[in-house]
């Protein structure tokens, strides 16, 4: 049985979010290095580590067979082909994700990193202007609230 709940943003649900996807994603960190040296992992990986990083690639691709426009999926197979060294998968689920998710800097922060790698330094470039822009606005949004 899959369970989901909806977030809450803006004071208004919005999203749903697949509860046991989620959970398997944040055990699975656990036992794999921290994002931030997801450039260098690939030449890291021990075999365990690089098991747990596709068992849970397969469980994102699984997702994505059935909803190929989950959020969630989409996010987490680009950041998981990122950490396994697949840059070029990666850039291609990050773009789809930044059609849906036009104003996450991080997003546009992690495609810069992947294109940086596949030595597209226009297209990193580019991509970490978007997420700078992104972030001020979002920075403008805070200091209004406050």
Not at 8 to 19: A, H, P, S, W
Not at 98 to 104: E, G, L, P, Q, W
Not at 105 to 114: C, D, N, Y
Not at 119 to 138: F, I
């Amino acid at each position: 049985m899959w369970l989901s709940t909806v977030i809450k943003e803006n004071g208004t649900f919005q999203r749903e979010v697949d509860l046991p996807l989620l959970l398997s994603v944040c055990v699975d960190e656990l036992s794999v290095n921290p994002p931030e040296e997801a450039a260098v992992i690939d030449k890291k990986l021990s075999r365990e580590q690089k098991a747990i990083l596709e068992t849970r690639l397969a469980r994102f691709e699984a997702t994505l067979s059935t909803s190929p426009k989950d959020e969630t999926a989409l996010e987490g197979a680009a950041v998981t082909l990122t950490e396994l060294g697949d840059y070029a998968r990666a850039t291609s689920l990050l773009q789809e994700l930044a059609k849906v998710k036009t104003s996450d800097p991080e997003v546009f922060r992690l495609l810069g990193e992947v294109k940086y790698e596949l030595k597209d330094y226009d297209g990193s470039a580019a991509a970490y202007k978007l997420s700078a822009a992104r972030n001020s606005a979002r920075i403008v949004t805070l200091r209004e609230l406050c």
